[in-house]
Nanobody, 119 residues
Framework: VQLQASGGGLVQAGGSLRLSCAAS????????LGWFRQAPGKEREIVAR????????YYADSVKGRFTISRDKAKNTVDLQMNSLKFEDTAVYYC?????????????WGQGTQVTVSS
């Protein structure tokens, strides 16, 4: 699976950004897709994930109510709508994909896209 992320940028606190990740190379049946982020000096953490088949979602507590993950089966994309952005959301965001049979395996990663939130 090849993943191509886009949509990062600079935004003021309280603003919004939408990230998009285009997947190609294989069918995504029984796969999950997710967004992770890594801030300077911190470990990579999961932000949100979604199952391709049913669209079941999960969010990190820090983004619940502000971020929305969605997938478009026709376009083979997974988007992350980020609203009410905070300074602490500043990070490099990565999309990832992998099979979800029994457990989530993040086998494939896209390149990161920088999100910078100014306070």
């Amino acid at each position: 699976v090849q993943l191509q992320a886009s949509g990062g940028g600079l935004v003021q606190a309280g603003g919004s950004l939408r990230l998009s990740c285009a997947a190609s190379g294989r069918t995504l049946t029984n796969y999950g897709l997710g967004w992770f982020r890594q801030a300077p000096g911190k470990e990579r953490e999961i932000v949100a994930r979604i199952t391709w088949n049913l669209g079941t979602t999960y969010y990190a507590d820090s983004v619940k109510g502000r971020f929305t993950i969605s997938r478009d089966k026709a376009k083979n994309t997974v988007d992350l709508q980020m609203n009410s952005l905070k300074f602490e959301d500043t990070a490099v965001y990565y999309c990832a994909a992998g099979p979800t049979l029994g457990q989530w395996l993040w086998n494939y990663w896209g390149q990161g896209t920088q999100v910078t939130v100014s306070s």
